[in-house]
């Protein structure tokens, strides 16, 4: 061949080569380009998830949740099969309880906030946030939560036997509960306030501790829940206050109860209470016994000074019972009920009490001992320009 056929052979070469690389590069550049979109809209996407609008039509954007799950609502609808009424386990003051289960077939507690709850976004975010930061057997552990325009929703690991309550106050299921289980279950609780008082990253007063609020796995084992109330604190001793007391009657602590202040040992008391519950069985609120009008705290008072105490345990215990851990626990128990809140112990010195052998010391008139005293806090709270939701137990 000539020169010239050969040099515009060898150009035509070079520019095919050329338009091969730019649609090459072009093709890069559109991928990237699209790949890139699809990142911001599913980034767009995750955090529009963590927006809530509350009932008032507020928006407020979740931050630092990070290490929590987040489940589509789509996802947590497929679960409980809808919301079906056969799913439903229970209801708080959050709102209703449903047993649901996931893709990967675990079993879980799903938590769904009712839009007649006077709970909302400040519990829902409360729980979300404190909750995820809390690793402890003698908690439920807070799996993921779940945010769609005003559904809020938290999903829990499933508890087999459900609160302790059902248990304690059922003349049938009470029964289940021998001596050393309900030993166990109190000092399960111990473990898991002393936890939140002072061992987790955060300080938390939990502030609506009472046994419905107690959860037993497949083993008995207790573990706390609900921490839509709990709030964060620094120092052992340090006194919050409020003018929105929320509570149960029955577990408040009278300073919360009448001055709307708040601490840890506001939690102590709750825990005396729930201490006497689980020995006698009985509820705190609605007691009643034909020779006085003393409520639960203030029958075990009388039989304190009396030197009676093991009256106060429960019948179904006496083939289980070991007498020594059930006067230590009834004395405990009264020492965390102490009228005034300097004296009653911290929850560390509470379990090293239960543990030891040693002599305690004695304990001094419980607050609310009668039904009659807490007719008293409404009118003396009002006095005093405070607001008081009291919930009942469930």
Same mark, same amino acid.
């Given at each position: 061949?000539?020169?010239? %056929?050969?040099?515009?052979?060898? @150009?035509?070469?070079?520019?095919? %080569?050329?338009?091969?690389?730019?649609?090459?590069?072009?093709?890069?550049?559109?991928?990237?380009?699209?790949?890139?979109?699809?990142?911001?809209?599913?980034?767009?996407?995750?955090?529009?998830?963590?927006?809530?609008?509350?009932?008032?039509?507020?928006?407020?954007?979740?931050?630092?949740?990070?290490?929590?799950?987040?489940?589509?609502?789509?996802?947590?609808?497929? *679960?409980?099969?809808?919301?079906?009424?056969?799913?439903?386990?229970?209801?708080?003051?959050?709102?209703?309880?449903?047993?649901?289960?996931?893709?990967?077939?675990?079993?879980? *507690?799903?938590?769904?906030?009712?839009?007649? @709850?006077?709970?909302?976004?400040?519990?829902?975010?409360?729980?979300?946030?404190?909750?995820?930061?809390?690793?402890? &057997?003698?908690?439920?552990?807070?799996?993921?939560?779940?945010?769609?325009?005003?559904?809020?929703?938290?999903?829990?690991?499933?508890?087999?036997?459900?609160?302790?309550?059902?248990?304690?106050?059922?003349?049938?299921?009470?029964?289940?509960?021998?001596?050393?289980?309900?030993?166990?279950?109190?000092?399960?609780?111990?473990?898991?306030?002393?936890?939140?008082?002072?061992?987790?990253?955060?300080?938390?007063?939990? &502030?609506?501790?009472?046994?419905?609020?107690?959860?037993?796995?497949?083993?008995?084992?207790?573990?706390?829940?609900?921490?839509?109330?709990?709030?964060?604190?620094?120092?052992?001793?340090?006194?919050?206050?409020?003018?929105?007391?929320?509570?149960?009657?029955?577990?408040?602590?009278? %300073?919360?109860?009448?001055?709307? &202040?708040?601490?840890?040992?506001?939690?102590?008391?709750?825990?005396?209470?729930?201490?006497?519950?689980?020995?006698?069985? =009985?509820?705190?609120?609605?007691?009643?016994?034909?020779?006085?009008?003393?409520?639960?705290?203030?029958?075990?008072?009388?039989?304190?000074?009396?030197?009676?105490?093991?009256?106060?345990?429960?019948? @179904?215990?006496?083939?289980?019972?070991?007498?020594?851990?059930?006067?230590?626990?009834?004395?405990?128990?009264?020492?965390?009920?102490?009228?005034? *809140? %300097?004296?009653?112990?911290?929850?560390? @010195?509470?379990?090293?009490?239960?543990?030891?052998?040693?002599?305690?010391?004695?304990? =001094?008139?419980?607050?609310?001992?009668?039904?009659? +005293?807490?007719?008293?806090?409404? +009118?003396?709270?009002?006095?005093?320009?405070?607001?008081?939701?009291?919930?009942?137990?469930?």
């Amino acid at each position: 061949m000539v020169a010239s %056929e050969l040099s515009g052979q060898s @150009s035509f070469k070079r520019k095919n %080569e050329v338009l091969t690389m730019l649609s090459v590069s072009s093709a890069a550049l559109l991928l990237s380009a699209v790949a890139y979109a699809c990142r911001r809209k599913k980034k767009r996407i995750h955090k529009k998830g963590k927006e809530i609008i509350d009932k008032d039509h507020t928006s407020v954007q979740m931050e630092n949740l990070d290490e929590l799950p987040f489940f589509s609502l789509n996802e947590i609808a497929k *679960a409980t099969t809808n919301f079906s009424i056969d799913n439903k386990i229970g209801e708080g003051g959050f709102g209703p309880v449903y047993k649901g289960v996931l893709k990967d077939g675990q079993v879980v *507690a799903v938590k769904r906030l009712s839009e007649t @709850s006077q709970q909302g976004l400040d519990e829902f975010k409360n729980e979300v946030i404190c909750v995820a930061k809390l690793q402890h &057997r003698n908690l439920v552990k807070l799996l993921g939560y779940c945010i769609h325009g005003k559904e809020m929703i938290l999903i829990y690991e499933y508890m087999d036997n459900k609160s302790l309550d059902l248990f304690l106050f059922d003349e049938t299921r009470s029964l289940m509960l021998n001596w050393p289980k309900r030993f166990h279950i109190i000092h399960g609780i111990a473990r898991g306030i002393l936890y939140l008082h002072q061992d987790s990253r955060l300080q938390i007063i939990h &502030r609506d501790l009472k046994a419905g609020n107690i959860l037993l796995d497949a083993e008995m084992n207790p573990k706390i829940s609900d921490f839509g109330l709990a709030r964060k604190f620094v120092g052992q001793d340090d006194m919050a206050k409020t003018k929105n007391v929320i509570g149960t009657y029955g577990y408040i602590s009278p %300073e919360y109860a009448v001055h709307g &202040r708040f601490s840890v040992k506001s939690d102590v008391f709750s825990f005396g209470v729930i201490v006497l519950e689980i020995v006698s069985g =009985k509820k705190n609120r609605g007691f009643s016994h034909e020779g006085h009008s003393d409520n639960l705290l203030g029958h075990a008072w009388r039989l304190y000074k009396e030197e009676k105490s093991i009256e106060l345990m429960s019948a @179904s215990l006496r083939n289980s019972c070991v007498v020594s851990e059930v006067l230590r626990s009834i004395h405990v128990g009264l020492l965390c009920v102490q009228h005034h *809140a %300097e004296d009653r112990p911290t929850m560390l @010195s509470a379990v090293l009490m239960l543990i030891s052998e040693s002599s305690l010391p004695p304990p =001094k008139q419980p607050a609310f001992f009668t039904e009659e +005293s807490y007719g008293e806090i409404q +009118s003396i709270s009002s006095l005093n320009d405070y607001m008081i939701t009291l919930m009942y137990p469930r």
